[in-house]
């Protein structure tokens, strides 16, 4: 299952996240789209493949939603060996911490074990103009033959 979450204050970032969700719905994925307002560590346990389109707000700062669970993400230490991630990040090149929040979230998750699919995608304001490249490229990855499905999808050997 792709969990796409996204963190936003006036609808942006969320827009590309539903977009995703219809994208890879699509495709044929299982999908779950949650604000990361509503999200805890916990929900990480059961995470595969985590798409997370956030933007920065103030200087460099998360939006108001998301600074409870990004609190709660850094001063945690939680293996997230598991998890493989894409960042889309959206923000405006007049301030000077441009994308900050979504680098943030970028580092945070690789600090904790997690596997970067894609390089943080910094966006302008003009933030849909690398959505359906960075589509293209997660669809690449996701039509991948996925180690870790092939060895569970595997019959028992047979020992002779
Ligand atoms: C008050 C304010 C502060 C902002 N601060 C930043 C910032 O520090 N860095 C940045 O890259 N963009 C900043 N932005 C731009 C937003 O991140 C950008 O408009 C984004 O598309 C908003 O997405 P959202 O609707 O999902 O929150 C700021 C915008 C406003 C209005």
Redesign the pocket.
Known sequence: MIHLI???????????AEDAEVHFKNQGHRVRLIDMEDLQLKDFETMDILLA?????????P?CSAEDFFSELQSSDEPLSHVRFAVY??????????????KDLDAELARHGARQLLPVL????D?EENFDSWLEDLDAFMDAPQPDSVIESRPPSVVA
């Open positions: 996204y963190a936003s204050e006036t609808g942006n970032a969320q827009s590309i389109a956030v933007s920065t707000w103030g200087d460099g700062d939006p990040a959206l923000g405006d090149t007049a301030y000077d911490s441009f994308c900050q929040f979504g910094e966006n302008d304001v933030f």
